[in-house]
Nanobody, 124 residues
């Protein structure tokens, strides 16, 4: 089992920045591919970004490319999502997720473990 706890969400004005963190405990963090997903009210959960175990390979949704950066610190068992130039359409609950294997998947169903989510609200 892997337990995931997100933090760092909040209210920010459009154009601002936030950094989300996800702390993992349980099994060896460096064995897992980590992803961030988000879900806005009335919408499906959607992929945001993912990062390989070593951090060398990342994958981003087109909607956040060049604005968001995913990174990880395996010594701290933590994955981060730096969000810049935030837009109102980025408003959602953001979830951290973990999966085994080697594919940096954008598919929510491929992830085995999920955090409880953290709310990000961007005011225009």
């Amino acid at each position: 089992q892997v337990q995931l706890v997100e933090s760092g969400g909040g209210l920010v004005q459009a154009g601002g920045s936030l950094r989300l963190s996800c702390a993992a405990s349980g099994r060896t963090f460096s064995n897992y591919i980590m992803g961030w997903f988000r879900q806005a009210p009335g919408k499906e959960r959607e992929f945001v970004a993912a990062i390989r175990r070593s951090g060398g390979t990342t994958n981003y949704a087109d909607s956040v490319k060049d604005r968001f950066t995913i990174s990880r610190d395996n010594a701290k068992n933590t994955v981060y999502l730096q969000m810049n130039s935030l837009k109102s359409e980025d408003t959602a609950v953001y979830y951290c997720a973990a999966r085994g294997g080697t594919y940096v998947s954008p598919t929510a169903g491929h992830y085995n473990y999920w955090g409880q989510g953290t709310q990000v609200t961007v005011s225009s």
